[in-house]
């Protein structure tokens, strides 16, 4: 079964524009991934310093490589000091339909 999630955090002033690169490496790494289906970075269209990361993978295994790839963990680190909170707020999801 498909895992769904989606991830969240705020950007410090000043650091957007190092943000949106930092994502736009991620995001190739992390689609060159096996199992990952979907992974697509926002901003919201009404505070361009909150990111909004929507992300699929293929099942749990998939995930479980995902959370333990080199670039991602060297991505949570690197934003420790650039985000609100210091990292990302992840929310899973089930879908409606079975």
């Not at 293929?58 to 420790?80: E, K, L, M, T």
């Amino acid at each position: 079964m498909p895992k769904a999630l989606y991830a969240t955090f705020e950007v410090l002033p000043g650091q957007e524009e190092t943000l949106r690169q930092m994502m736009a490496d991620l995001t190739q790494a992390v689609r060159a991934e096996p199992g990952c289906l979907r992974f697509v970075a926002y901003t919201r269209a009404d505070n361009p310093l909150a990111f909004h990361v929507d992300e699929i993978y293929a099942d749990d295994a998939a995930f479980a490589a995902h959370i333990g790839s080199a670039h991602g963990r060297a991505f949570n680190a690197a934003i420790a000091d650039k985000v609100v909170g210091g990292g990302s707020t992840v929310y899973f999801l089930d879908a409606t339909e079975r």
